[in-house]
């Protein structure tokens, strides 16, 4: 059966938590938004995985600049500096006295509409911003058998048709992609770039290791993701070659390794690809990536605490 690296464990603590919506920390059953919310009409509004390690948001800076550089790309006011929106996303973790294995959904749309109709204009009064808490990690068991992944038909696309830098609420054709993966019996898909390349993952980036070097998309058609930026960054520090390049399935069914990132499971192994497997599950540079990003993540949050 397949499964998702979203998956998670359920914690009954979930049942009570406080939700922030509009300046408001609101119970589970009373967070709601319009039907008339941009968001919720037409998919308008960008959004933000936070975790949340010893009580910090971790890596909070670098999640920031994607959402206000969103934001403005859209040309969607958030009517909140990054200062007050950090303090409001510390007030909520107070209010749900939550301080580890915790995962933050920072969501902002462009507010509720006089009418149901795409044009920005009909947007009235200021944008809804929502800050979901939750206890949730990813279940062990998914990151220690790894992910089996299936190339999809579903392309990441040109930036003149939606541009995979936006982190948005509209998400359709990663759905799509994610629908496809499902229904082939994997738990992730991989998506190729126009040009037949490898670009990206449905939720999450792809890498591949070969002969010692670690290989990522270009990135010209996927999410400026923090957590692959991070991997990059950590190989780089550890002097291990990694490279942002174009690369086709052929390697991909011929490498070493293969792996994931993101924010919520960090890095996972992948362990078939089209059903063709890898041999060691998770290989020697995965593990070592592993660790080497456990001690960025430690490293961001004792910044924090000093």
Request: charged residues 25%; proline residues 4%.
């Amino acid at each position: 059966m397949s499964q998702s690296i979203h998956d998670f464990h359920d914690d009954p603590r979930n049942a009570d938590i406080r939700i922030w919506v509009n300046g408001e920390l609101k119970s589970r059953v009373d967070a709601t938004v319009s039907v008339f919310d941009s968001g919720f009409v037409l998919g308008d509004g960008v959004w933000e995985g936070l975790r949340v390690v010893g009580g910090h948001p971790v890596f909070l800076e670098a999640h920031l600049d994607r959402l206000f550089e969103g934001a403005k790309a859209i040309a969607l006011r958030i009517g909140m500096t990054r200062a007050e929106l950090t303090q409001a996303i510390y007030d909520t973790l107070a209010a749900n006295g939550m301080d580890d294995g915790v995962h933050i959904r920072l969501m902002v749309t462009r507010g509720v509409k006089r009418t149901p109709y795409q044009d920005p204009r009909a947007a009235v009064g200021r944008a809804t911003v929502v800050i979901l808490p939750e206890w949730k990690l990813a279940k062990p068991e998914t990151v220690a058998q790894g992910l089996k992944l299936f190339t999809v038909h579903v392309r990441r696309g040109f930036a003149d048709v939606q541009d995979p830098k936006l982190n948005s609420h509209s998400k359709l054709n990663c759905i799509t992609a994610c629908i496809q993966a499902i229904e082939a019996g994997a738990d992730e898909a991989l998506m190729l770039d126009p040009h037949g390349f490898v670009a990206t993952c449905n939720s999450t980036h792809f890498f591949i290791v070969r002969k010692g070097e670690v290989w990522t998309s270009s990135g010209d058609y996927c999410l400026g993701g923090i957590t692959r930026s991070n991997v990059i960054q950590v190989c780089r520090e550890a002097g291990i070659p990694v490279f942002e390049k174009n690369f086709s399935l052929t390697q991909v069914y011929s490498a070493d390794e293969a792996f994931c990132t993101g924010t919520f499971a960090g890095v996972v192994p992948v362990r078939s690809v089209d059903g063709r497997g890898y041999d060691e599950i998770p290989g020697p540079m995965v593990t070592r990536l592993q660790g080497l990003y456990r001690e960025l993540v430690q490293r961001d949050i004792a910044g924090r605490r000093a």
